[in-house]
């Protein structure tokens, strides 16, 4: 934790929950690398309860619906603690993409559809997943999709296919992107975001995606979905006819702090794993690793690009809390793209310094190389984010 953004709240809460993750998390995972993640379930249930008991509940969300109220940039010290295994956010049900769900039905949702689908999600009873990438069209320009909620009396009759929907085995609900407004002049005015539960008739889950040789199951997959006919009330829509895009921008803004906070984390425990096995891997006798300049150099670049990327990050959440998400575009692309980057960078020095034993799943560390890669695609890939970024810088050249 740096002091310039600790509260006394949060100086109150880091200790124990540090602990908590220490002792009670990342022995668990173990277990999590080599059984099937239902299997883990019972005692990730039994942990989840605990995080309850003490309150330390879906931390981002408001006391009033039962989570702790934290400020984005509170929450994103607390995002880096729970990133050191890929078991934290879950447990704290703060987990990606529940949580976006979350803040984004707490803001835009009905009352009805708040207590249907939000209060259960809340209180952990159930999961859900956001369902807006194509296979046929390129993710990083979403204007370009074509599945269609069509209005047929009170109800929409969604018909598409999409991909890569996190979570969606065991989810719920599905919260879908869909065109409901295809003559709308600006491309972003034309899709609606729409709740369809997974039980719904014509929602067919085809697969689990195999990434990087692993299918994954529940909470841990990615779905290729098919959506035949599904037929839901228009009153399962969140916000207005049209808004989707307007909608799905307000969710990723504080989604880029979460997820940059949490890949800190990783980093910040791949770093530590490193500098452990350098120091105890001996080359000859009385010569570890941790004498080698090359595993040196790696250490300093890593220390120095994890410092660096949490300080833009925690710069980042606290314009967002005090000016808002508006005010932050250019911090919001900036780290998105660095602190992915980073995350490359350290989790393959980390690798390459355990020899053959980073490559298998004695360690965590195989997991994430498989498993994170993909922070440089999601949520925009990094080519986006320059682009965007470099167009903005320059505007100011133009005038
Ligand atoms: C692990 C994982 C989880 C995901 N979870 C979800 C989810 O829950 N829900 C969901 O809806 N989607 C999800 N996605 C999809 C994700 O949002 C898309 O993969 C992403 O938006 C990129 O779209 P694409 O894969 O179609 O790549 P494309 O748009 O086809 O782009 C391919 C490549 O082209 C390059 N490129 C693209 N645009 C530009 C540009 N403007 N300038 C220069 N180069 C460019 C980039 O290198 C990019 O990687 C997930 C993806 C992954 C990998």
């Not at 020095?349 to 195989?366: C, E, K, N």
Request: proline residues 5%; hydrophobic residues 40%.
């Amino acid at each position: 934790m740096i002091s310039l953004f600790a509260t006394d709240r949060l100086t109150h809460l880091y200790p124990s929950i540090q602990v908590f993750i220490t002792e009670q998390v990342i022995p668990l995972e173990r277990e999590f690398l080599s059984l099937p993640f239902g299997e883990l379930l019972p005692k990730l249930d039994a942990l989840r309860e605990q995080v309850k008991q003490k309150g330390w509940w879906a931390p981002p969300l408001p006391e009033s619906e039962g989570g702790m109220g934290l400020s984005l940039t509170e929450f994103a010290q607390l995002s880096e603690l729970m990133g050191r295994t890929p078991l934290g956010h879950y447990l704290f049900n703060c987990q990606a993409p529940d949580i976006g769900n979350m803040e984004l039905m707490l803001s835009h949702a009905s009352e009805a559809l708040q207590e249907q689908f939000l209060e259960p999600l809340i209180q952990g009873e159930t999961r859900s997943c956001f369902s807006m990438t194509e296979p046929e069209f390129a993710g990083s320009n979403p204007t370009r999709m074509a599945t269609t909620a069509i209005r047929d009396g009170d109800d929409y009759v969604i018909s598409g296919h999409k991909w890569f929907t996190t979570a969606a085995d065991g989810a719920q609900f599905a919260v879908v992107m869909a065109i409901t407004n295809p003559d709308a002049t600006s491309p972003y005015e034309r899709a609606s975001m729409i709740v369809v539960p997974t039980d719904t008739p014509g929602f067919d889950r085809v697969r689990n995606i195999s990434v990087m040789g692993e299918s994954g199951e529940g909470y841990h997959s990615h779905a290729e979905i098919k959506y035949e006919k599904c037929r839901v009330p228009v009153s399962y829509r969140i916000g207005p006819e049209g808004k989707g895009f307007m909608l799905a921008q307000e969710r990723l803004g504080p989604g880029r702090i979460h997820h940059c906070m949490r890949w800190i984390g990783i980093a910040e425990r791949a770093l530590e794993m490193m500098c452990q096995y350098a120091i105890r891997r001996e080359l000859k006798d009385g010569r570890p690793l941790a004498n080698m300049q090359t595993i040196q150099n790696w250490i300093a670049e890593s220390r120095a690009e994890i410092d660096a990327s949490r300080l833009l990050v925690l710069h980042t959440a606290r314009k967002i809390d005090e000016e808002g998400q508006k005010a932050a575009r250019q911090q919001i692309s900036t780290i998105k793209f660095y602190v992915a980057g980073m995350l490359d960078r350290v989790l393959d020095r980390a690798v390459q310094s355990h020899g053959a034993l980073g490559i298998t799943d004695d360690t965590v560390l195989a997991y994430w190389y498989r498993h994170e890669r993909a922070a440089r695609i999601y949520d925009g890939p990094d080519e986006v984010h320059k682009s965007v970024l470099a167009r903005d810088i320059l505007k100011s050249y133009q005038e």
